[in-house]
C-alpha cells in the first residue's frame, strides 16, 4: 500500500477539522451581528487549500426570525462568492474578520408583525421619517418628532398609522402609499389615500422616486397582504 493512500485519511480528518472550525466561526461572526436569531445554516464549498489560504469560494447561510438592530426578519437566504477571511487569526481563537467587500445575494422575507414589531429600530423609524418628509412635508414640519403606530401591508401597497408624540393623546393620522420598484436601485412610491380630513392631489403630484443607493441591486420587491418579498444583492463591507 502507498504512502499516500496511508495519508489520506488522516488529511481528510484534518480537512474536516479545519471546516468545521472554519463555520462554527462563521456562526459565531453571524451572531454576533443580531441580536436574537431562531435557526441558522451554514453551507460551505471549499478545498482544503483554498481554506488554508483564507479563500473561501461559496457560502449559503439560512436564517429564520432573526433581529439586527431591533430590525425583525422572519426568512433569510444568502448566497456570497469569493470571499477573503483572517484565517490565521481564526485559527488561533480569535473572531472572523472580511478582509473584503463581498458581494451577497438572497432572499429576504418580512412579515406585517415583523414590521410592527420593528417600530422602535432606528433603521424602520429613519425610512418612515424620510418617506413622510416626502410624501407629507407639511406633517413632519407641523409636528417635534413622530410616534409611529402600526403597518398595514397590502396588494402593492402599505398603510401606514402615526401621531405627533406631543399631545401624547393625539389622535391617529393613517396614509395610503403604493410602493413600485422601477430598476435595481429606485422605487417609486405614491401617496394613494390618507386621513378622510387631508385631501389628496392628483396620484401623479403625489409620485416620487426613492434612490436605494449604488451598493444596492434589487431583482424583485414583491408587496402582498401580510408579507414582503426582497431579492436582490447587497454589498457587506469589512
Not at 451581528?33 to 487549500?49: C, Y
Not at 462568492?81 to 467587500?101: C, D, F, H, V
Not at 389615500?193 to 443607493?213: C, F, I, K, M, Y
Request: with cysteine.
Amino acid at each position: 500500500m502507498s504512502d499516500n493512500k496511508l495519508e489520506t485519511p488522516n488529511a481528510d480528518k484534518k480537512l474536516r477539522i479545519l471546516t468545521n472550525v472554519l463555520k462554527t466561526a462563521l456562526q459565531v461572526w453571524l451572531r454576533s451581528q443580531v441580536s436574537q436569531i431562531s435557526q441558522l445554516k451554514v453551507e460551505m464549498k471549499a478545498s482544503d487549500r483554498q481554506i488554508l489560504s483564507g479563500y473561501i469560494p461559496w457560502v449559503a447561510i439560512y436564517a429564520s426570525h432573526a433581529v439586527y438592530k431591533n430590525f425583525h426578519l422572519r426568512q433569510i437566504q444568502l448566497e456570497a462568492e469569493n470571499i477573503r477571511i483572517n484565517i490565521a487569526s481564526i485559527l488561533k481563537g480569535q473572531p472572523l474578520q472580511l478582509l473584503e467587500t463581498v458581494p451577497v445575494t438572497g432572499k429576504i422575507t418580512v412579515e406585517q408583525d415583523d414590521l410592527n414589531a420593528s417600530l422602535s429600530s432606528a433603521l424602520l423609524t429613519s425610512a418612515l421619517n424620510e418617506l413622510l418628509d416626502t410624501l407629507l412635508p407639511e406633517q413632519r414640519s407641523s409636528s417635534q418628532s413622530i410616534v409611529w403606530q402600526k403597518i398595514l401591508l397590502g396588494d402593492g401597497q402599505f398603510t401606514l398609522y402615526f401621531s405627533p408624540s406631543w399631545p401624547i393623546d393625539s389622535p391617529w393620522i393613517k396614509i395610503c402609499v403604493g410602493l413600485k420598484l422601477l430598476n435595481n436601485n429606485e422605487l417609486q412610491i405614491t401617496l394613494l389615500n390618507n386621513d378622510e380630513n387631508r385631501p389628496v392631489a392628483q396620484e401623479s403630484e403625489n409620485r416620487h422616486t426613492l434612490s436605494l443607493g449604488s451598493e444596492v441591486d434589487i431583482k424583485q420587491l414583491q408587496l402582498v397582504p401580510g408579507k414582503v418579498i426582497c431579492r436582490g444583492r447587497i454589498n457587506v463591507n469589512p
